[in-house]
Every structure is written in structure tokens, then in C-alpha cells.
């Protein structure tokens, strides 16, 4: 009886440690699964020169699900100035965007769109519109155009909210999801031309250096 007893205790606290190890499986996965989900700047590092235009994409990766968002990208103005943006959102219409629409009835909603150069922020609130589907994958939320009036560093920084296609009658669930911010080093043009200028005056000393190294010396 007391051996009974004690299998079926040994079962027993087997079983839920089965258990405790499968639940702690199933929340690293998840775990693991919100973290790939990313909202970042492409380029995430640039090194333009003063007067230079170039652009950076806003970029949802492996989100799952998707069905609004609400994206903020700010810089500083003192340094860069936003001189236009490519939204990128429908991939009916762009295949390299994100959300889905269904055209011509459910565009995607626009709720707000705004670019201030003068402050250094762009911001874009949006949603996919019943029936379209939910959209699953990665692509460009926006594509921005800068030109560089100023000297010095700006950090290129985001702030975003994405949600999920909500079920009848519920509201949408925020989709987990980590930012990674982009960075600007302005170089100076005359840099550029310094850096070349010393590279010549360093080739042209060391070679004068060999030649009076191997000229044989002169005898009175």
C-alpha cells in the first residue's frame, strides 16, 4: 500500500514537472517570437556629407498579424531637414509596404499623416480597413527624404505602437515589438578633401624619405 502510494506520488510530481518544463518552453518561444518582431531605421547608421540628400527607410520586420500602427520618427532639425516622405503602405500598391488593402472599397485609413521639418518628426497613424486581410511578413512603413544643412551628430529616433486584427466585437491587441533607432554623422566636405590632401603629403614624404636613404653618401 505505502509502495502504491509512493509511485503514484512519484507520478504525480513527475507529471507536473512535465508540465512546469512544457509551460516555460511555450513562454521563452513566445518570448523569443515578440523580440524578432522589430520597427527600425534603414540605414541604421549614416555618414553624409554637408549639403548631401539621402534617404532612410522605416522598416517592420516578422511582425504577424498586423493590422494599424502608429509610427513617430524624430531627428534634429538644427542638422537635417526632411524635404520629403514615400509612404509605402498598402503592398496591393507597393510591394515592398506593409498592411493590405482591398481596393477599390478598403483602402488603407490614413488616420494621420504629418512631416515637420521645422521640429524634426514625422508621424503616421494607419490602419487596414474590414475585409482586407491582416498582413504577415516585413516591409516599409515609410520612406523619407533628408538633406543635410547642418554639422554634427542626430539620432534618428522612433517611437510606435502596432496592433493586431482584432476579433468581432473586440478591441486590438498590441503586437510586442522592440525599436532600433538610426544615427547621422555629418562630415564636413572639406574633410573629405583634408583626409585626401594628407594621404598625398604622407605618400610624398615617405618616398622622399627612401630616396635619400638610398642615395650613397657624399665623400670630401
Excluded at 509502495?3 to 512519484?10: A, D, K, N, V
Excluded at 534617404?55 to 526632411?82: E, F, K, M, P
Excluded at 509612404?87 to 515637420?116: A, C, F, K, M, Y
Excluded at 468581432?168 to 544615427?183: F, K, M, Q, Y
Amino acid at each position: 500500500m505505502k509502495t502504491q502510494f509512493s509511485l503514484r506520488l512519484y507520478n504525480f510530481v513527475f507529471t507536473l514537472l512535465l508540465m512546469l518544463v512544457a509551460f516555460f518552453l511555450v513562454q521563452a518561444a513566445l518570448a523569443q517570437a515578440a523580440s524578432s518582431v522589430t520597427v527600425s531605421v534603414v540605414p541604421s547608421a549614416s555618414s553624409p556629407v554637408l549639403g548631401e540628400t539621402f534617404v532612410v527607410n522605416i522598416t517592420i520586420n516578422n511582425v504577424q498579424n498586423l493590422y494599424g500602427l502608429d509610427i513617430a520618427l524624430r531627428w534634429n532639425a538644427s542638422v537635417l531637414q526632411a524635404l520629403s516622405v514615400n509612404s509605402r503602405l498598402g503592398v496591393e500598391s507597393h510591394s515592398d509596404g506593409v498592411l493590405h488593402e482591398q481596393l477599390p472599397n478598403s483602402p488603407i485609413e490614413i488616420i494621420e499623416e504629418t512631416l515637420s521639418p521645422t521640429t524634426g518628426e514625422y508621424h503616421i497613424v494607419a490602419t487596414s480597413v474590414n475585409p482586407a486581410p491582416s498582413f504577415s511578413g516585413s516591409g516599409n512603413v515609410a520612406i523619407i527624404t533628408f538633406n543635410v544643412t547642418g554639422l554634427g551628430q542626430t539620432a534618428l529616433e522612433l517611437e510606435s505602437e502596432l496592433a493586431d486584427y482584432p476579433a468581432a466585437g473586440e478591441p486590438a491587441n498590441l503586437i510586442e515589438h522592440t525599436t532600433v533607432d538610426g544615427s547621422v554623422n555629418v562630415i564636413p566636405e572639406f574633410g573629405v578633401l583634408a583626409v585626401a590632401l594628407l594621404l598625398v603629403l604622407a605618400t610624398a614624404v615617405v618616398a622622399l624619405s627612401k630616396k635619400r636613404l638610398q642615395s650613397p653618401p657624399q665623400t670630401a
